[in-house]
Each structure stands twice: as structure tokens, then as C-alpha cells.
């Protein structure tokens, strides 16, 4: 059983607001993910953790930031927040050695926009 | 760069029936490939992974394909049950294994 918890589970928010949305995993697992998804697409990776203070860019360009303060905390962060950031951010992790662990996924935040 | 490729966004499939859903990828080094469930509200959830020293992998109901020279997985579900119905996520890990493509997703509908 996957320990990894995201809130909050829905939020719906004015434009120009600033927001966070909290990731934590008890499994103590080295990388940490944050995707983006919207209906009937892929899951694009926004942002990446090898582990404490280390985070990278994901694939697709995101006005979001990230921070790794703590193994098991990997909030995101919208400093003003904009009709287009209205999707679903799903956040992962995975351990951090050998080349077959599968990602864990938290239950999701649909984050709207108004 | 579409990693990996789902050309099917639905599928419905009569209980008790086998359901095939299918993922295309790009050519890589290595592969390990894996499938992931979705249900709506909820996160992925690992379901059956497999690597390219593989052809094929098994577990319970559910079988992995792969077809290495036709750069093609499929999942098998036999027999197909009501609480299958999900939406179906094929993923592919990343060559330096520290990322995962995912493709766009197949929802799977199981008729009682």
C-alpha cells in the first residue's frame, strides 16, 4: 500500500492568487515527481527531486516552483495563479536505486481557476 | 517528442471477455515498460511492468506483452470484470531511469 498523501484534494481559486499544493510520502523514497494532467492526455512531468535540495525542471514548461527541504515534503508552489493552470497535478515517487521501482502516486489535486 | 503512444481513448468490452489494450513507443536503449490504472478522482496505481529482456509477463488476470522489433506492448485482461473499468496508462521509464512517459491514457468500459 502506496503512503503517499496530496492535499487539498480539490481547490478552486481566483486569478492572481497565490497557492500551494502539499505532496508528502512515508516511504522514504529518494525521488519525488509532480505531474500535470488533463482529461484524455498524458501525464506530463512538470518538475522532478533526485532528493533533499535537489529539484529539476520536468519536461513540460511550468510557471510553477518546487522545493525539497525535507525527504518526505515536496510542495508546489503558483505565485499567481491563472485560468490556464486549471488541471490535475498528480504528485509521484519512486525509491531511489535499481532500474525497475515503479512510481507511487498520490491521490491528486484538481486545482480550477476562475 | 511523444515517448509513448496510446491510439485507442476507449474501449468496451463485454464481462467475462478479454480485454487488449495496446501502447506504441519510440525507439530507446533500454526499456522497462510499465501499465498504470486510473479511477476518476484518484491517482495511478501501479498495475504490471515489464522489462525488455522479457517477451511477456504474468499476473493473476492480467498478462504484459512485448513486441520488441514491432515497438509494441499490449496488457491482456482475461477475464474482464465491472471494476476493470478505469482508464488505462501505458509508461515507459526514461533512459538516465530517472523519469517516466506516460501515454494519453485508454479508458476501459466492462458491461455487466
Known amino acids: 500500500e502506496a503512503d503517499i498523501y496530496q492535499t487539498p484534494r480539490y481547490l478552486v481559486i481566483g486569478t492572481g492568487k497565490k497557492i500551494t499544493l502539499e505532496c508528502s510520502q512515508t516511504?522514504?523514497?529518494?525521488?519525488m515527481y509532480w505531474y500535470q494532467q488533463d482529461p484524455g492526455m498524458e501525464l506530463h512531468l512538470i518538475h522532478y527531486?533526485?532528493?533533499?535540495?535537489?529539484?529539476e525542471k520536468g519536461d513540460l514548461s511550468s510557471e510553477s516552483t518546487v522545493s525539497r527541504i525535507r525527504t518526505e515534503h515536496f510542495p508546489l508552489t503558483l505565485e499567481s495563479a491563472r485560468p490556464s493552470h486549471t488541471s490535475q497535478y498528480l504528485c509521484?515517487?519512486?525509491?531511489?536505486?535499481?532500474?525497475?521501482?515503479?512510481?507511487?502516486f498520490g491521490p491528486g489535486t484538481r486545482l480550477t481557476v476562475l | 517528442d511523444q515517448q509513448v503512444k496510446q491510439n485507442s481513448p476507449s474501449l468496451s468490452v463485454q464481462e467475462g471477455r478479454i480485454s487488449i489494450l495496446n501502447c506504441d513507443y519510440t525507439?530507446?536503449?533500454?526499456?522497462?515498460f510499465l501499465w498504470y490504472k486510473k479511477y476518476p478522482a484518484e491517482g495511478p496505481t501501479f498495475l504490471i511492468s515489464?522489462?525488455?529482456?522479457?517477451d511477456k509477463n504474468e499476473d493473476g488476470r492480467f498478462t504484459v506483452f512485448l513486441n520488441k522489433s514491432a515497438k509494441h506492448l499490449s496488457l491482456h485482461i482475461v477475464p474482464s470484470q465491472p471494476g476493470d473499468s478505469a482508464v488505462y496508462f501505458c509508461?515507459?521509464?526514461?533512459?538516465?531511469?530517472?523519469?517516466?512517459?506516460f501515454g494519453s491514457g485508454t479508458k476501459l468500459n466492462v458491461k455487466p
Open positions: 509521484a515517487s519512486s525509491a531511489g536505486t535499481g532500474a525497475y521501482n515503479e512510481q507511487f
Open positions: 516511504m522514504g523514497h529518494d525521488k
Open positions: 527531486s533526485y532528493g533533499v535540495n535537489s529539484t
Open positions: 525507439n530507446s536503449m533500454f526499456d522497462y
Open positions: 515489464i522489462s525488455s529482456i522479457k
Open positions: 509508461a515507459r521509464r526514461g533512459d538516465n531511469f530517472n523519469k517516466f512517459y
